[in-house]
């Protein structure tokens, strides 16, 4: 059954490091997204993809924060300088259409230091 | 409170009893969607209700929605150890584009055998 795979499943950086969480999602999909969840807390959304461009971006989402579609496969976050409070778990998703079920990889556990 | 808000938050009950969980929003929705995750793990779309259905089943799942009350509840009939984890609410009110699914806090359902 096809996936979104998610690299690396952990990763520790010093604060002020940039960081680039990989995604591979499902192939035939159209839209692309990012959420993370701090732990103990809800699930945010910080960004949509489509068409080689975002959608739409939360208020976390600040410049610090990028998203990129390199090539036909992956889809990548990066974060520039990171701080402490960007430690959580993020998630990648991909979904068919711009409506349905969303369909989330394992995560990537980001812990600044 | 906030959009998709679960209660109750914990919910312990014995295999083979029903349990329900119930989700609360604030704006006018597309759909509303049932999310479950287990520990540390990824979140696995377990059903989606649109916002012109009252009730929705899935095998053992069974979703109704009260778009009068902004609520939804979640009912796991016959349950069993496996179905131990969190399960999240999530309602799409993107007005176009790609969905943006605002999650609530959770249930964190635990089956004793």
């Known amino acids: 059954e096809p996936e979104v795979t998610q690299t690396p499943s952990h990763q520790v950086t010093q604060m002020g490091q940039e960081v680039i969480l990989r995604c591979v999602p499902i192939s035939n999909h159209l839209y692309f997204y990012w959420y993370r969840q701090i732990l103990g807390q809800k699930v945010e959304f910080l960004v949509s993809f489509y068409n080689n461009e975002i959608s739409e971006k939360s208020e976390i989402f600040d410049d610090q924060f990028s998203v990129e579609r390199p090539d036909g496969s992956n889809f990548t976050l990066k974060i520039r300088s990171t701080k402490l409070e960007d430690s959580a778990m993020y998630f990648c998703?991909?979904?068919?259409?711009?409506?349905?079920?969303?369909?989330f990889g394992e995560g990537s556990r980001l812990t600044v230091l | 409170s906030q959009q998709g808000e679960e209660d109750p938050q914990a919910l312990s009950i014995q295999e083979g009893e029903n349990a329900t969980m119930n989700c609360s929003y604030k704006?006018?929705?597309?759909?509303l969607q049932w999310y479950r995750q287990n520990s540390g793990r990824g979140l696995v779309h377990l059903i989606l209700?649109?916002?012109?259905?009252r009730e929705k089943h899935s095998g053992r799942l069974r979703v109704t929605l009260d778009t009068s009350k902004k609520s939804s509840s979640l009912l796991i009939t016959a349950s069993r150890a496996a179905d131990t984890a969190s399960y999240f609410c999530?309602?799409?009110?993107?007005?176009?584009?790609?969905?943006?699914?605002?999650f609530g806090q959770g249930t964190r359902l635990t089956i004793n055998p």
């Open positions: 998703a991909s979904s068919v259409g711009n409506t349905g079920e969303l369909f």
């Open positions: 999530a309602t799409d009110a993107a007005l176009q584009g790609a969905q943006k699914l605002v």
């Open positions: 209700i649109r916002s012109n259905e």
């Open positions: 704006t006018s929705i597309n759909n």
